[in-house]
């Protein structure tokens, strides 16, 4: 990194769009065994979409939680391997939206899984198809690409309830295979891997072999910033929120200094989130600015502010800005 540039100039693995290109160090014969294509990710919120990529790229790029409807944006992240490249669309969790923020997720889960060649449809071991769960099957009945099932958390099965599931979501006759899994473990990815590599296109991979996010690096400190609200606040804060980066850049000693906003969709909500004293801001700054620095690999010195953006979560220009859409 070079003294005094901004956000757009510190680097990370990622990049702005995918594009059909030949990898470097392919040859033909190769490239014509090598396979690429979209690999979309839906399934309802909470049921660990996010942990799941995470643990399959190796490195933490998403946002998770033990709350609901953590993620709000469409993010590409992309596995290359020797004989293929798997690029996964990751989707926000599908819900009963209760505003217009909820529903405009819910809508970008769906536009998500345009022009993808192969479905990851998860799920969790409940011993039954869910009505949510059918409900979504019906949706998704005019998309003309293999669906695969991964019922995830299978270590938190109890009885017979894994072998009912996989049985009930395999009478609806919607899935190409059913694959059980642990991401939290990491058991049985692997196999989803070398399972969904089978249904991709032939081809040239759509990214370079070292990206690993199609997202900048400000996103990524946004969605590190996030995280630490979604784990530090309760109740409706962590749904009103949004997080917006200033300004990023490099002091000469190599520390890098990052200014952010993190905006709340009422007054009441601003006291609530800095805490008595600011202790509760000061916690999210110090969680938030490990996770950077291990993102970056460099010391980060981090300043956030709190601002109110009123009602935000009901108006479509503040949405369109706070998710990009």
């Not at 692997?190 to 690096?217: A, H, N, Q, W």
């Not at 008595?276 to 996770?291: E, F, L, Y």
Request: charged letters at 25%.
């Amino acid at each position: 990194m070079r003294r005094g540039k901004e956000a757009a100039e510190i680097r990370l693995e990622v990049h702005p769009e995918a594009r059909r290109s030949p990898s470097p160090g392919l040859s033909g014969e190769t490239t014509q065994a090598f396979r690429a294509g979209l690999v979309g990710l839906l399934g309802r919120t909470n049921v660990g979409k996010s942990t799941f990529l995470n643990a399959v790229i190796g490195e933490k790029l998403l946002i998770s939680s033990t709350k609901p409807q953590a993620t709000r944006h469409r993010i590409r992240c992309i596995l290359t391997t020797e004989r293929a490249q798997v690029v996964f669309v990751d989707t926000p969790g599908l819900h009963e939206p209760m505003n217009k923020l909820g529903r405009r997720l819910v809508r970008e889960a769906y536009r998500g899984l345009r022009g993808i060649d192969v479905l990851l449809y998860m799920t969790e071991p409940w011993g039954e198809v869910t009505p949510f769960d059918a409900h979504t099957l019906h949706r998704l009945e005019g998309l003309d690409v293999p669906i695969l099932l991964l019922v995830n958390k299978i270590d938190l099965a109890k009885g017979n309830r894994l072998e009912e599931t996989l049985i009930a979501y395999e009478a609806t006759g919607r899935f190409a295979e059913l694959i059980p899994v642990s991401a939290t473990r990491g058991d049985g990815l692997d196999d989803v891997v070398s399972t969904t590599i089978e249904y991709l296109p032939p081809g040239s991979p759509l990214f370079p072999p070292d990206v690993k996010c199609d997202r900048p690096l400000g996103f990524l400190i946004e969605e590190i910033i996030r995280e630490q609200v979604f784990a530090q606040t309760f109740q409706e804060i962590p749904y009103s929120t949004t997080v917006r980066v200033r300004w990023l850049r490099e002091g000469e000693n190599g520390l890098v200094e990052i200014q952010a906003e993190i905006l709340v969709a009422r007054d009441s909500q601003k006291g609530i989130l800095i805490g008595k004293a600011g202790r509760r801001i000061k916690r999210i700054g110090i969680d938030a600015r490990q996770g950077i620095e291990r993102l970056l690999g460099q010391r980060v010195h981090l300043d956030l502010i709190v601002g109110v953006a009123r009602g935000w979560t009901n108006d479509d220009e503040q949405i369109r800005q706070a998710i990009g859409s």
